[in-house]
């Protein structure tokens, strides 16, 4: 079992590697005027790293590790849905406080706190939740879901902490 797991965190290795070697491999000059080079699908990481029963046979992880699993991740979701459901009226309101026929600054500021501070709370439960679940890693299962982790973050809509509002319709 430690050995599937190895195997997977160097399969996620060579990934990350295969990508970059295109761009590495072209000349100095090359890269001023080659375009761009196609980024990593990183979808499949982050499916993975938001369905935890996919997650924990990725991982290999014990019965009790997956029990341990679907409790940190019901916290998780407990904590964050009421986050999440909170944010489109914080939307509208910093929207409605923009197009105001004069704009009040600290109204716009205060509604510009809110949604930042919503999203700073939806972090702290992932980190909470991520601290929790490495804990419980051994040190192949930890390199995995570290690599993995490493690959979702280009496809995690909830990096951008105040761009996630819709954009009104005209």
């Not at 979701?77 to 939307?91: G, I, N």
């Not at 004069?102 to 939806?122: E, F, H, R, T």
């Amino acid at each position: 079992m430690k050995l599937h797991a190895r195997l997977s965190a160097l399969a996620l290795t060579g990934i990350l590697t295969a990508a970059a070697l295109p761009a590495a491999a072209l000349p100095a000059a090359a890269h001023a005027t080659a375009p761009a080079a196609p980024a990593v699908d990183s979808s499949a990481a982050y499916s993975l790293l938001h369905h935890p029963r996919a997650l924990a046979r990725f991982l290999h992880l014990s019965a009790d590790q997956s029990t341990q699993l679907m409790g940190f991740y019901n916290t998780l979701q407990a904590t964050v849905e009421p986050l999440r459901a909170a944010r489109p009226p914080l939307c509208t309101q910093l929207l409605a406080d923009i197009g105001a026929s004069s704009p009040q600054p600290s109204a716009v500021g205060a509604d510009s706190i809110s949604l930042y501070d919503n999203k700073q709370q939806i972090i702290t439960a992932r980190e909470a939740f991520d601290s929790s679940f490495s804990g419980i890693l051994n040190a192949d299962q930890l390199a995995a879901y570290d690599a993995l982790k490493a690959l979702a973050r280009f496809s995690d809509p909830e990096i951008n902490v105040i761009g996630d509002c819709p954009r009104p319709v005209n």
